[in-house]
């Protein structure tokens, strides 16, 4: 299924009392419409998911899914290692107004192959969205194996992948093995350009965030044949790429959006915010005039329908 080329894995903007800042959410929903986001992941991991109460996660897909308003697809992030729990989630998502899911790979009790599959097959099972699989192996501690995915994409509404394996040799697989119409997302967003030439969809992206007109830009040379337009791109945005990814994120990524005048605030505990050092060296490493285009004054909250 195809949600999009660049769907931004949302930061969750919160308020300076650590509650989720709808005002900002509505600034930020809005100023990625505007800058090429196809599509926006919500609670997933960027969006600090482990420290989000559940009755939290609803009311940001509700209201995510209001502001969106059919302008772009809106994923919800409700897996977790505990099935039961992911379905009742999954089922309550249905009533908020989202395009699809996304389920991360359960982490910590590292389930077996089979395991896998007979998780995502209830999950899927129990609701009418399409799903995304999740598969992290580097924060999940297992990773899900290609001929699982080939499996799991044999139910009608398992429609896609966010791969963050970083292997495009498993990439390559997956993309070969699956029906046409199952899409492959690049979960790294280093890897976009690799992965778009190896048959993939696009990329969920943190940088996107900061540069996703320019990745928009990257994905349209390469399918209009530019090849060295697309790579000179990817070559020019690399830095902000890695920049997002200095410091555990999404510290790094909401520190550029302060920055930018798009206020998002801090993150929650137990992630901490950028020291005073590390927003000087990524302040460096983002270009100057991102800065001066996206004021405060113009993405204020008051200023954005």
């Known amino acids: 299924m195809n949600f999009g080329q660049v769907l931004t894995a949302m930061v969750t903007p919160f308020d300076q009392n650590g509650h989720i800042d709808f005002h900002a959410t509505r600034t930020l ?89 007979q998780h995502y097959k209830a999950v899927a099972q129990a609701t ?9 192996p580097g924060r999940s501690a297992v990773g899900i194996a290609p001929e699982t995915i080939t499996r799991l994409a044999e139910i009608d509404n398992i429609v896609s992948v966010k791969e963050a394996s970083g292997n495009l040799n498993t990439m390559t697989e997956i993309i070969s093995k699956t029906p046409n119409d199952f899409t492959l ?44 337009h697309a790579a000179a791109i990817h070559q020019e945005i690399l830095p902000v790429m890695k920049a997002m990814f200095e410091q555990p994120s999404p510290s790094p990524v909401k520190a550029a959006l302060n920055m930018m005048g798009i206020y998002v605030g801090d993150v929650r505990l137990p992630m901490i915010p950028l020291s005073g050092d590390e927003k000087q060296q990524l302040q460096q490493m983002l270009p100057p005039h991102k800065v001066k285009l996206h004021s405060a004054e113009r993405f204020s909250p008051l200023n954005v329908s």
């Open 128 to 136: 009418f969205l399409p799903v995304m699989l999740y598969n992290i």
């Open 185 to 228: 997302y690049s979960g790294d967003d280093n890897l976009t350009l690799p992965v778009m030439a190896i048959g993939g969809n696009g990329i969920i992206s943190v940088s996107s965030h900061i540069i996703g007109n320019d990745m928009q830009q990257m994905i349209q040379s390469f399918q209009n044949g530019d090849v060295n």
């Open 29 to 117: 929903v809005n100023y990625l419409i505007a800058n090429g986001s196809d599509g926006l992941v919500i609670a997933g991991t960027t969006g600090e998911s482990p420290t989000l109460t559940n009755t939290e996660k609803l009311d940001l897909f509700r209201f995510v899914a209001q502001v969106a308003d059919g302008r772009v697809s809106v994923i919800a992030g409700t897996g977790s290692n505990n099935t039961r729990a992911s379905i009742e989630l999954t089922t309550q998502a249905e009533q908020t107004g989202v395009d699809a899911i996304m389920l991360t790979t359960p982490y910590y009790n590292k389930p077996s192959q089979e395991g896998l599959y």
